[in-house]
């Protein structure tokens, strides 16, 4: 009696769909890595990386191959069972950004499903595999993806710690071993990952005591916001934006004033008197009105799309190969202008 298999037909539909889905879409893995990377900053999430990719034939077909405990396909319809064809994965410093980036990704994206693997690992009461999963659909209203709806993608969530345990252990458990592992190697994963636990706990309190609390603002920021002469940098723009728009707008990832400081200058914009007449309520209320932000902006995405707002055309002409991407920078402002002058 023949052992229970998947069909190869349904291994062979399966090749002839991938390879026509990859020659469609041969940069999806780069559109949908600088899509997401660029709707983490623009909500001014703290994160470490990006990653994305698209599964392998090799590996996709192996996925397709496995069979249920009572010999029946476990993916009947691989194409559209296997929801990890493409893998996305944000890696956070500290796990108390994850819930922003599950709210984030919520707003975004149709969540499909919601695993909490290191929660199922507790209530087994052990150690191990930390990272939280999402199975997302792109929609028709997610920024930077629009052309893709409908297009379903897994997302992992971990911790910079989480995910060099699980790194290390995948390497060590599926690429070396030959066989069953020696038991001290078990024990040591354990050990480890109840030591990365304690550890992200640590940052994690370590990023409650660091994290700037609202308070009165300091005299001499207070009054250099005042001062229409003072020189804007890329140190003092944070607490600037602070004191001109409030506490509303999250701060974004440090580095990502240099890149603010630079679109500003394109434009003549270097002292403090000039950003406050940039920021003034009738154009901010307009900005907000017209591209009805589906999350709340980081300092730089908001002053950002006010230049674009006051600028225009002129605005994407000067700044559109400002950062890495400027590919996908031109894209974006021409889509985000489109809708500030729909709404005029």
């Given at each position: ?9 349904t291994?062979?539909?399966l ?5 026509a ?6 940069d999806?893995a780069?559109?949908f890595?600088g ?5 983490m900053r623009d ?9 994305v990719?698209v599964?392998?034939w090799?590996?996709l077909?192996a ?10 396909p ?21 796990s108390t950004e ?10 975004q ?6 695993v909490d693997k290191a ?6 009461g ?11 659909r ?12 409908g297009t ?8 910079v ?5 699980a790194e290390f ?9 030959g066989g069953s ?8 994963f ?6 990365i636990?304690?550890a992200?706990q640590?940052?994690?309190q370590?990023?409650?005591?660091t994290?700037?609390?609202p308070?009165e603002?300091?005299p001499q920021l ?5 001062a229409g ?7 003092t723009?944070p ?6 728009l ?6 974004s ?9 630079e679109?500003?200058?394109t ?5 403090v008197a000039q950003?406050?007449?940039l920021?003034?309520p ?8 017209s ?9 730089v995405?908001?002053?950002?799309d006010v230049l674009l707002n ?7 002409e000067?700044t559109?190969?400002a950062g890495?991407?400027?590919?996908l920078?031109?894209?974006k402002?021409t889509?985000r202008?489109?809708?500030l002058?729909a709404?005029?």
């Amino acid at each position: 009696m023949n052992a229970p298999r998947v069909p190869d037909a349904t291994i062979a539909r399966l090749g002839s769909t991938y390879f026509a889905w990859l020659d469609a879409h041969p940069d999806i893995a780069t559109t949908f890595r600088g899509a997401l990377h660029e709707l983490m900053r623009d909500a001014g999430i703290t994160f470490d990386r990006v990653d994305v990719r698209v599964k392998t034939w090799p590996s996709l077909k192996a996925k397709a191959r496995k069979l249920t405990a009572d010999g029946a396909p476990m993916y009947p319809d691989p194409w559209n069972d296997i929801r990890d064809i493409i893998g996305a994965r944000v890696t956070v410093l500290h796990s108390t950004e994850i819930p922003a980036v599950q709210r984030l990704l919520a707003d975004q994206f149709d969540v499909l499903r919601s695993v909490d693997k290191a929660e199922e690992t507790r209530i087994a009461g052990g150690f191990g595999y930390g990272s939280h999963h999402l199975v997302l659909r792109v929609t028709d209203k997610s920024e930077g993806l629009e052309l893709y709806a409908g297009t379903v993608f897994e997302m992992q969530l971990r911790t910079v710690l989480q995910h060099a345990w699980a790194e290390f252990e995948h390497d060590i458990r599926y690429k070396r071993s030959g066989g069953s592992l020696d038991p001290r190697v078990d024990r040591a994963f354990t050990l480890a990952a109840g030591l990365i636990e304690l550890a992200d706990q640590q940052f994690d309190q370590i990023a409650d005591i660091t994290a700037p609390a609202p308070k009165e603002p300091e005299p001499q920021l207070a009054a250099t916001a005042g001062a229409g002469d003072a020189e804007l940098t890329p140190e003092t723009l944070p607490g600037i934006l602070t004191l001109l728009l409030g506490s509303h707008y999250p701060l974004s990832r440090a580095n990502d004033y240099r890149f603010l400081m630079e679109l500003l200058r394109t434009h003549g914009i270097e002292r403090v008197a000039q950003l406050r007449d940039l920021l003034n309520p009738a154009d901010l209320e307009a900005v907000a009105n017209s591209l009805n932000y589906p999350f709340v902006p980081g300092q730089v995405r908001l002053v950002d799309d006010v230049l674009l707002n006051r600028f225009g055309q002129e605005h994407i002409e000067r700044t559109w190969d400002a950062g890495n991407r400027p590919k996908l920078r031109r894209a974006k402002l021409t889509q985000r202008l489109e809708r500030l002058r729909a709404a005029r």
